[in-house]
């Protein structure tokens, strides 16, 4: 059995990953690349756009290795700081082993 998730908990470590002010950088992957590394889909219900023979990419952090990197297509910060105040406002339970965190903005 997991432990419960905590909203303190999540809120406070939320809070040190934007203060970091870790870097966003945009680059960009070919369709073959990505097709090699499927991992790097981390949404079930959502594909990137695909068709021009390159797809857009998302690092954030990347001096000691990245926080994340994944394909995206959406607008975003320059760092992590421009972000602001989070807060956990819900943790649902999804099913037996996945949970919805909810955030909001203080």
Do not use: W, Y
């Not at 991992?39 to 959502?46: I, Q, R």
């Not at 972000?83 to 099913?95: A, F, L, R």
């Amino acid at each position: 059995m997991t432990e419960p998730l905590d909203k303190d908990a999540l809120t406070a470590g939320i809070a040190r990953l934007v203060a970091g002010a870790h870097p966003v950088e945009i680059g960009a992957i070919s369709d073959a690349e990505l097709d090699a590394n499927p991992a790097l889909v981390k949404s079930m219900s959502v594909q990137p756009p695909r068709g021009t023979g390159t797809i857009r990419t998302i690092r954030i952090g990347g001096v000691d290795g990245p926080l994340d990197f994944q394909p995206c297509g959406g607008t975003h910060v320059a760092n992590t700081a421009e972000i602001g105040s989070v807060v956990v406002t819900k943790i649902e339970k999804k099913s037996a082993t996945t949970r919805r965190v909810v955030l909001g903005f203080a």
